[in-house]
């Protein structure tokens, strides 16, 4: 006797356990077009960069995400105050019993921490990468001096 096994589904490419199915067609198209981009540039930074191309996408993608959390205040003081403030010069402009002069030193002091938290998860990333690379060298060899090809 023959039994008929039921095929297994397939599992669809643009779904992942991290992420919701897309469902409307610009949400479909939206992917295809990431897909498109990211593809080619994973390959080039790979090919390029190796086991450092993880450590430059990471930081690139936490740059990304930090500015955009430092726009977010400065949105807000656009869309309430109807005021941009961008440095602490411009603070200094504006009435010292205005609310918005404190508005203008919290929107740029968050700003400015913002960008320091930036610069220390790259340098940070960047030593322990370094420190992994010098630890891989010491054990391998290839290097100069080390007897092994």
């Not at 599992?11 to 593809?39: C, D, F, H």
């Not at 610069?119 to 960047?126: S, T």
């Amino acid at each position: 006797m023959t039994q008929q096994q039921n095929p297994q589904p397939v599992p669809q490419s643009n779904q992942t356990s991290a992420t919701k199915p897309v469902q409307t067609k610009m949400g479909k198209r939206t992917e295809v077009i990431l897909k498109n981009i990211w593809e080619p540039l994973d390959l080039l930074g790979q090919s390029l960069m190796g086991d450092f191309w993880r450590t430059v996408y990471l930081s690139i993608q936490d740059a990304i995400a930090l500015y955009i959390l430092l726009k977010i205040p400065d949105l807000f003081g656009q869309w309430i105050l109807g005021k941009s403030f961008s440095d602490f010069r411009t603070c200094l402009k504006e009435n010292v019993l205005d609310a918005s002069r404190y508005a203008c030193f919290i929107i740029v002091g968050s700003d400015f921490l913002l960008w320091i938290i930036i610069a220390g998860r790259i340098i940070g990333r960047f030593l322990a990468d370094w420190d992994d690379l010098r630890k891989k060298k010491g054990k391998g060899g290839g290097g100069h001096g080390s007897g092994q090809p």
